[in-house]
């Protein structure tokens, strides 16, 4: 059986990326839309064959718990709205995938993973790189002995913001600039391609505030992260340029890919010296990275498993971005628990 999915804002990701994914998926399908726009709402249910009783509003979203044909709710709102729903889903019943950022605090993040513990549901945030080849083989290609000891890395994510009045500039709904929306790819990279958790991070910020989009959030922040054994991370994100990279260079080799976590058309090269050859790396799990992602949540809920990356896993990097914000802010070094 195919488990359903309720995709809760029909926005750029919602509605644009990930409900037409569903046919690529062997596991999940679309169950169920949550929209505070009803003629939007209508039009994509009847698109998708869904009848009236599988639309939800915001204000009637808990009546999701009477809805059998929906196993798990995708929460695709703006970051500042991910606690709230995904604690309403687990209240309802529902497993829950939640979007990066996972919450705009620590303090979110934490009692996201409580409603859920308490629901017995299980929780899984929208990491898709851990389900696209190339990053699959990037990963594999880092621990390999022709990588060696792995030394530094170094990731940028960015893109050039237009509409100074969008959700993602306004503090109160984003939770922050680049850093909330790329720079967590950045820091993500860091992670999975050292395999290490960082002990300490040094970060500094660079924002015109007379840019009318850089009112209340940060445009550019830099920031270093020194892990357990010796391995340093250069990583950055920002919202006035475009760019997608990690940079990984071991002892015996380096590991590069550009673009590195793009929707389609990722790049991986490996090897030194200037003899770098570019890898054709193996399919990932899914059809997709987003199908890939989907249907390992259903996955977990049919077989009993832990998604590979879950609230825990939102967690972890969420105190490292509190703690980049304030090494920013105080101008010093933070050291991590
Ligand atoms: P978007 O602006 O295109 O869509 C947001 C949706 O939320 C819209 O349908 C909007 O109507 C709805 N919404 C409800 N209340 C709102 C409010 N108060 N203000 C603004 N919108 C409101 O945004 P998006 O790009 O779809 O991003 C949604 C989430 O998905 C974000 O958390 C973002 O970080 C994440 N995202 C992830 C990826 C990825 O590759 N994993 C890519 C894009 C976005």
Redo the contacts with the bound molecule.
């Keep these: 059986r195919t488990l359903g999915y309720a995709i809760v804002?029909?926005?750029?990701?919602?509605?644009?990326?990930i409900i037409p994914e569903f046919k690529n998926c062997t596991r999940s399908r679309l169950a169920a839309v949550v929209?505070?726009?009803p003629a939007?709402a209508k039009k994509v249910a009847d698109e998708h064959g869904l009848g009236a009783d599988a639309i939800y509003s915001?204000d009637d979203f808990d009546r999701i718990r009477d809805n059998p044909d929906v196993d798990i709710v995708y929460?695709?709102?703006?970051?500042?709205?991910?606690a709230e729903y995904t604690i309403r889903a687990a209240r309802a019943g529902k497993h829950v995938m939640c979007?990066?950022?996972m919450a705009i605090s620590v303090a979110e993040c934490e009692a996201m993973i409580a409603a859920c513990k308490a629901a017995n549901r299980k929780l899984m945030i929208?990491?898709?790189c851990h389900f696209e080849a190339t990053n699959i083989a990037a990963m594999r290609l880092a621990k390999s002995a022709d990588t060696g000891k792995i030394r530094y890395v170094r990731s940028e994510h960015g893109f050039n913001a237009g509409d100074p009045t969008?959700?993602?500039l306004?503090r109160a709904?984003s939770g922050g600039g680049s850093l909330?929306?790329m720079g967590i790819y950045s820091l993500q990279a860091a992670r999975y391609m050292t395999g290490e958790e960082p002990i300490a991070v040094t970060a500094r910020e660079s924002t015109d505030r007379t840019d009318p989009r850089f009112r209340e959030v940060e445009d550019m922040i830099d920031w270093t992260l020194e892990f357990p054994s010796g391995a340093i991370a250069g990583c950055q994100s920002m919202y006035s340029a475009n760019q997608n990279r990690i940079l990984l260079m071991g002892t015996r080799g380096r590991v590069e890919l550009e673009p590195a976590?793009r929707?389609e058309g990722n790049r991986l090269w490996t090897g030194r010296d200037g003899r770098e050859q570019e890898v054709s790396p193996p399919p990932g799990p899914g059809k997709t990275q987003f199908a890939g992602q989907l249907d390992h949540l259903s996955a977990c809920v049919q077989d009993g498993g832990t998604p590979i990356v879950s609230g825990e896993e939102g967690l972890r990097d969420m105190r490292i971005i509190e703690a980049i914000y304030r090494s920013a802010r105080e101008g010093r070094t933070i050291r991590l628990a």
Excluded: I, Q
Aim: aromatic share 14%.
């Design positions: 804002g029909l926005g750029g990701y919602g509605l644009g990326r929209s505070g726009d939007k915001y929460v695709c709102l703006p970051n500042s709205m991910h979007e990066k950022p929208g990491y898709r969008a959700w993602r306004k709904l909330m929306d976590t929707y």
